[in-house]
């Protein structure tokens, strides 16, 4: 696979899965998550093997990351790696770019609101650079699956205020 990093050419603001045709990423899978609440908290169910989300994922590793209030955490890409983030606690704004050459959404970007208020699962696949921003006043607890090992040289970074990219952020003011 061959990836770059390029200019946004068209954005998108995305709360489910609607497709390439309205400005989705393709390859990227929303799951709304569904609480099931009663007298003693509340039951939420990730996903399933064979829902959309986690169809033919491999989940090889689990892991939790905390970010403090009005962080920026962006961009990287992988290219053997796919993720799938799930934010528990606090709520942030996921940003994708696809950097995938060759791919019919190539230089699409879409941003994905998601966490306590909003439970989504939503996969990332490898090649698309990806980050986010903590909005609001608390903690963000993410839990996060990856179908490969952590490996560091799997991650290739580009700058959160990458000008060849062109990204937005909302909270910059307070990074």
């Known amino acids: 696979m061959e990836c770059r990093p390029t200019k946004i050419v068209k954005h998108q603001i995305i709360h489910q899965n609607v ?3 309205k400005g989705q990423i393709q390859g990227v899978y929303i799951k709304p998550l ?4 009663d007298d ?5 169910e990730i996903f399933r093997d064979h829902e959309e989300v986690a169809r033919d994922f491999q989940v090889l590793q689990t892991s939790i990351t905390m970010t403090r209030p009005t962080t920026i955490k962006a961009f990287h890409y992988h290219l053997h790696q796919d993720d799938i983030f799930v934010p528990v606690v606090g709520e942030i ?3 994708l770019v696809d950097f995938r050459v ?3 959404t190539y230089g699409f970007a879409n941003s994905i609101f998601c966490g306590e208020r909003y439970p989504k699962a939503v996969r990332i696949p490898k090649g698309l ?3 986010y921003e903590v909005l609001g006043e608390r903690e963000m ?3 996060y699956y990856t ?3 952590y490996n560091p040289k799997d991650e290739f970074r580009s700058q959160h205020d990458d000008p060849e990219i062109g990204w937005t952020w909302w909270g910059i003011e307070h990074r």
Do not use: D, K, L, Y
């Open 141 to 143: 607890t993410m839990v």
């Open 40 to 44: 003693r908290g509340h039951f939420i």
């Open 147 to 149: 179908n490969q090992h």
């Open 102 to 104: 060759g791919s019919p």
């Open 129 to 131: 650079a990806h980050g």
């Open 19 to 21: 497709g390439p045709e």
């Open 93 to 95: 704004r996921i940003a």
């Open 34 to 37: 569904q609480s099931w609440p």
